[in-house]
């Protein structure tokens, strides 16, 4: 894999596989293998397109201070937020409400990346924006699935909104004066090290499906994941924060949704037509950027 000056090619590389992601996430968790250890199975599969990095970092990883604390940031604020998502807000709240609140990270993405990093857009690229984040939670809408009880989902919801968000201008950030390459090694670092706390949250006294259909079917699935973290770091290495943050957020739903069509015959509600119709027209005033 050469990396080049393409923020537009590593964005949708991110999009699609992160999108194929979304559309067979659940299945595993249906075949009775736990959320818990979803967590420890994308941790591991982190450390395929790691070492991948590593080798084109020849094998010397950036360790000075200002590294390890930025892609110690980075790595814990992404694999928190999804250790968070996994074993607590989807446990206790309503995924129609928990999602929607989630895929608003991109906000707290383009207000920093406006104040601090002062990256600008032109009308086209900013109209753009704003479709894919009225296309955010439109798309994340479904059908209810449970009330919840108290408003703990609540908080975890807007914690997690609040990291992923924040990990992606620390990503830009950060690749201002690291390799992509080595932030996504303190990524998979820090995925790991959080690993044993879902490991030890697990229940072993139930049934754990450890055969294809559940643990390796896991780790195949979570790789999807893994491998479109690596591509969105060089997306904001090469793109502004500002455009590649609400793009990949918007498109790769689109994605799932089109594959869920597919797989499971079932028709999206207008709500998330309409999201889809936006994410669309989004992408390609944010490409022209």
């Known amino acids: 894999m050469k990396a080049t000056g393409s923020w537009l ?6 999009t699609i596989f992160w999108g194929i992601w979304g559309a067979f996430s659940a299945t595993t968790e249906k075949a009775g293998f736990p959320g818990t250890l979803v967590y420890v199975a994308w941790s591991v599969s ?5 070492f991948v990095a590593f ?17 110690s940031v ?13 074993t607590r807000a989807l446990t206790e709240g309503p995924a129609h409400l928990i999602f929607p609140i989630i895929s608003l990270s991109p ?3 383009i207000i920093l990346s406006f104040l601090v990093l002062k990256e600008k857009v032109d009308k086209r690229g900013i109209w753009g924006i704003i479709m894919a984040i009225i296309a955010l939670p439109l798309l994340a809408l479904s ?9 703990m989902w609540l908080v975890y919801a807007l914690i997690i ?6 990990q992606a201008y620390v990503m830009k950030f950060a690749n201002e004066t690291m390799r992509a390459e080595s932030i996504f090694i303190y990524m998979t670092i820090t995925g790991l090290l959080l690993a044993p706390i879902p490991f030890f949250m697990t229940d072993f006294t139930v049934a754990i499906n450890i055969g294809f259909s559940g643990m390796y079917l896991a780790f195949f699935i979570q790789l999807l994941n893994s491998l479109g973290a690596l591509f969105i770091v060089y997306a904001f290495r090469y793109g502004k924060a500002v455009v590649v943050s609400p793009m990949t957020n918007a498109v790769a739903p689109v994605i799932t949704i089109i594959l869920s069509l597919i797989i499971y015959q079932t028709m999206p509600s207008m709500f ?14 944010l490409a022209k950027e």
């Open 143 to 151: 059908p209810p699935s449970g009330t919840g009880s108290g408003l």
């Open 74 to 86: 980075i790595g814990l604020t992404g694999a928190g937020g999804q250790l968070a998502l996994l």
């Open 272 to 285: 998330v037509g309409f999201g889809m119709v936006l994410a669309i027209i989004s992408t390609f005033l």
């Open 107 to 109: 906000i707290i993405t």
């Open 161 to 166: 909104m609040g990291a992923w968000g924040f």
């Open 9 to 14: 090619t590593y964005a949708i590389l991110t």
């Open 46 to 50: 982190m450390l395929i397109p790691a």
């Open 55 to 71: 080798k084109r970092l020849n094998w010397k990883l950036e360790y000075d201070l200002k590294s390890i604390i930025l892609g």
